[in-house]
């Protein structure tokens, strides 16, 4: 019996991240997760705003000038793929700053309320195990969300 486009796409994805493993499954469903978030935030034009410093930049720009970053750092399950967590910074606050942290968390009060940040904060102590399928399944939604917003974009005259 033949199968079905789903059942195999199911089965490569399944071959994939198999073979990547939990880290390497991981590890592509961040770069997915913080391209969707830089992608998602920019206007009309392409273009993304620093939270912390009002830097403006291309969204696509993201080796040498925009990031995606986490107002709590970590790489723990619990926090790295909350989307109230991550906004688009520049590489001098997000890297060379650590964050400005100060200055994202008066921007986050003002845009979440102070509940929601310390609720965000928590999540830090909590632990959150992820198998390799539900990361798969985390990176195919992102690359789906950054399709959708890539043709907004180019909609849009990007």
Known sequence: MAKSKEQKADDLAWRTYRKWGI???K????KEFQRMVRLESADENGQVVCVTCGFENN?????????????????SNSIVFIEDNVHPQCVVCNCHHSGRLDVY???????????????????????????AETLN?????????VKTAEKRLNQLGE
Request: charged fraction near 35%; charge should be positive.
């Open 23 to 25: 880290s390497g499954t």
């Open 27 to 30: 590890n592509r469903a961040v």
């Open 59 to 75: 969204w696509r720009n993201s080796d040498n000038k925009m990031n995606a970053g986490h107002f709590v750092g970590g790489r």
């Open 105 to 131: 968390e008066s921007w986050m009060v003002e845009r979440y309320g102070q509940e929601r940040v310390t609720e965000i904060k928590m999540l830090r102590n909590q632990t959150v195990k992820l198998d």
């Open 137 to 145: 399944d985390m990176r195919l939604e992102y690359h789906e969300r």
